[in-house]
């Protein structure tokens, strides 16, 4: 078996990285987002494991779908999606997307570079976890809280 680092970069997107088990995830996934916001624009690319074996895609922006099927070329895992977000959080869809009935794991939501760990074995390529961001360097402090809480209000999460 041979592990891999497949290092991706949002830049200016939010990411959900997931498995799922069945070609209805597109739609699935699809219908779950939209229901979600009508105003999150979104694409989504799901690497089939069987049968014609492409990359499945849908959403409702063109640039957020190339960036998910880039995504999945990357990873070229099979029953690996990846979810690529615009002008939206993570937070907004993941309800959603958790009780989507093919979903069986969400490896991580992020906006962070995020290395995607890979194996690969004479079968093919599997998602065994994920790197998501940096290490911490510290414990926050009472002014680092302040900011948070100052932080989450502006973006609108609180009151």
């Given at each position: 078996m041979e592990v891999e680092e497949v290092q991706l970069d949002p830049k200016g997107?939010?990411?959900v990285l997931g498995q799922s088990h069945f070609i209805k995830?597109?739609?699935d996934v699809y219908e779950a987002i939209v229901s979600s916001s009508q105003s999150v624009k979104f694409g989504v690319a799901f690497c089939e494991a069987s049968g014609e074996l492409l990359i499945r895609y849908d959403?409702?922006?063109n640039e957020c779908q190339k960036k998910a099927i880039e995504i999945a070329q990357k990873v070229a895992a099979g029953h690996?999606?990846?979810v690529v977000l615009r002008d939206a959080f993570p937070i907004n869809v993941m309800e959603k997307?958790?009780?989507v009935p093919e979903v069986v794991s969400l490896f991580c939501a992020t906006a962070n570079p995020v290395q995607v760990i890979v194996a690969k074995t004479n079968q093919g390529r599997g998602v065994l976890g994920?790197?998501?961001g940096s290490p911490p360097k510290g414990v926050e402090s009472e002014q680092d809280k302040e900011h948070r809480?100052?932080?989450l209000r502006?973006?609108?999460y609180k009151r």
């Open positions: 997107f939010n990411l995830t597109v739609e959403g409702n922006d690996f999606f990846a997307l958790r009780a994920v790197v998501d809480r100052e932080f502006k973006i609108g």
